[in-house]
């Protein structure tokens, strides 16, 4: 039944995609990591995908033939198609990228007032640009965990005010004439966002009663319309077609208004915020629905993407890159008794030879060159956009490439007819990082490291390539589609 469905959804992958356009609807769609792995379901379920749970057996489920996926936390995502020809110890093609980015987050305890205007306290989420969050009008998203009113269940909802809530104004040039040479701003007391004036506040005119505990009730910590503005709770409320009581409280982060949108003489750029690393979400989901294209009937391996959440800040949780998610899933997948020997009986090492077998191919955005910074590059590592994906290499293991990886990509690149780059970043330079190298150590999974070039990086507007994208889909597309059969061409030790 499930194959079948993979093989409908091959028909409705025919027709020739714009991927910048399907780009920029996505990331309209995604300001936030919820959003974006609510995004990835829905393109998965479009396909037959099956969702697994981690809570659940997979008995009955999990087959030969057939396309999955889990989450964790509605923030990270782990997708994987298993080939007819699968069996123990066979090779393992994935892809790996992160559904976070910087970005400031409402906190805990958000109402502040100053000078006749309501503020929104807001804690800043990994390393961003913050100045170009200024004079930005700024928007609301998040999850909601709203209790039902008979049951008194707690479940989880999506939410985007998609309104110009919030600013951030930058103080007039007058009062500041030095800001052209340095702009300097205190990140707890000048990144405070306004989000009206408090004689429009409802607050006054409605009663918070309900947010008081009656007699014999008793609240652990205060509740939500105490700790935000009221019209904010409000805001969210209606949106979500339920009452301010039944909010039990929220993660919620703000986003630019603005949305992403195509740009330049030739519509060559893609403007928008979260290009790192949801570019790396869009083409390593499109790359493993391509791929479908041509069956998985004679598949002898596993393919999988997998997006993970808090990248930003080391990736260090339960459901980041450094947590057991994928190692968890790998295991439950590769022991399950369903796709392990036809025969029935298993190998114990069936599992390592696999993990031995398999490449992770870590997808994350890669500096473009800029043209008014060119002195900032090594002089002959500048990638450039619209080229095609660029190739990370350091020799301190920031990023994990290597010879032999290089070769693997360079001829899948060369049979998929993607052109690549190559970036080292120079020895006067810091230099960032991946999920990369965390994925390698813990798993032992040969890695590399490559991503489009964007500019910006980190700004709340990021500059990327419209021709880039479809040059990565294609590759992992090949990616998915050849490297069972073509692994051992590189690794097996020749005798
Ligand atoms: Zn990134």
């Not at 409802?202 to 509740?223: L, N, T």
């Not at 503005?229 to 929220?250: K, W």
């Not at 391996?301 to 990736?315: A, K, N, W």
Request: net charge negative; glycine share 8%.
């Amino acid at each position: 039944m499930l194959r079948l469905q993979l093989r409908k959804a091959c028909a409705m992958s025919d027709h020739k995609a714009n991927y910048p356009h399907e780009f920029v609807k996505f990331l309209n769609a995604c300001p936030t990591p919820y959003h974006a792995v609510h995004e990835i379901k829905k393109h998965f379920d479009e396909y037959g995908f099956k969702e697994l749970s981690e809570r659940h057996s997979w008995d009955g489920v999990l087959t030969r033939g057939g396309g999955f996926y889990v989450t964790r936390n509605d923030s990270s995502i782990l997708a994987f198609t298993v080939g007819c020809q699968w069996a123990p110890g066979n090779p393992i093609a994935i892809t790996g990228a992160h559904t976070d980015s910087p970005v400031l987050k409402i906190k805990p305890v958000s109402k502040r007032s100053s000078e006749g205007y309501a503020q929104v306290g807001v804690e800043c989420y990994g390393g961003g640009i913050w100045h170009s969050w200024f004079d930005a009008d700024l928007s609301i998203a998040g999850r909601v965990m709203v209790k039902d009113q008979k049951t008194s269940n707690v479940r989880s909802m999506l939410v985007d005010l998609k309104q110009p809530l919030l600013k951030i104004p930058t103080l007039a040039i007058h009062l500041d004439r030095d800001v052209n040479q340095k702009f300097e701003f205190d990140r707890e007391n000048q990144l405070l966002p306004v989000a009206g004036l408090e004689s429009q506040s409802s607050e006054s005119s409605k009663s918070c009663e309900q947010a008081a505990p009656q007699e014999g009730e008793f609240f652990s910590i205060k509740a939500v319309v105490e700790r935000h503005h009221r019209d904010l709770v409000d805001l969210v409320a209606e949106e979500l077609g339920i009452e301010v009581t039944q909010i039990e409280d929220f993660e919620l982060t703000l986003y630019d208004h603005k949305p992403a949108c195509l740009g330049g003489l030739h519509r060559e750029f893609v403007f928008s915020g979260r290009l790192d690393n949801l570019t790396s979400c869009f083409t390593s989901m499109h790359g493993l629905t391509e791929a479908l294209k041509t069956g998985l009937e004679k598949e002898c391996g596993i393919r999988m993407m997998v997006c993970f959440d808090h990248e930003e800040i080391g990736s260090s949780s339960a459901q980041g890159a450094d947590s057991n998610f994928l190692p968890a899933i790998l295991e439950r997948i590769l022991r399950f008794p369903a796709i392990s020997d036809k025969s029935g009986s298993q190998h114990d090492s069936s599992l390592q030879m696999s993990v031995a077998r398999s490449f992770f191919l870590s997808s994350d955005v890669a500096h473009a060159v800029h043209p008014n910074y060119a002195n900032k590059y090594e002089s002959k590592h500048k990638p450039a956009i619209g080229q095609g994906p660029v190739i990370k290499v350091n020799a301190n293991q920031r990023y994990m490439t290597n010879s032999p990886g290089l070769v693997l990509v360079k001829h899948i690149a060369e049979r998929a007819k993607v052109p690549l780059q190559l970036f080292v970043v120079a020895n006067n330079s810091p230099c960032g990082s991946t999920i990369g190298p965390i994925i390698a150590s813990k798993t032992g999974i040969k890695t590399l490291d490559l991503g489009n070039p964007i500019l910006s990086m980190h700004s709340i507007r990021e500059t990327g390539g419209s021709d880039d994208l479809e040059w990565q889909i294609k590759l992992f597309c090949e990616f998915f589609e050849t490297y069972s059969t073509y692994e051992s061409k590189v690794y097996e030790p020749s005798t």
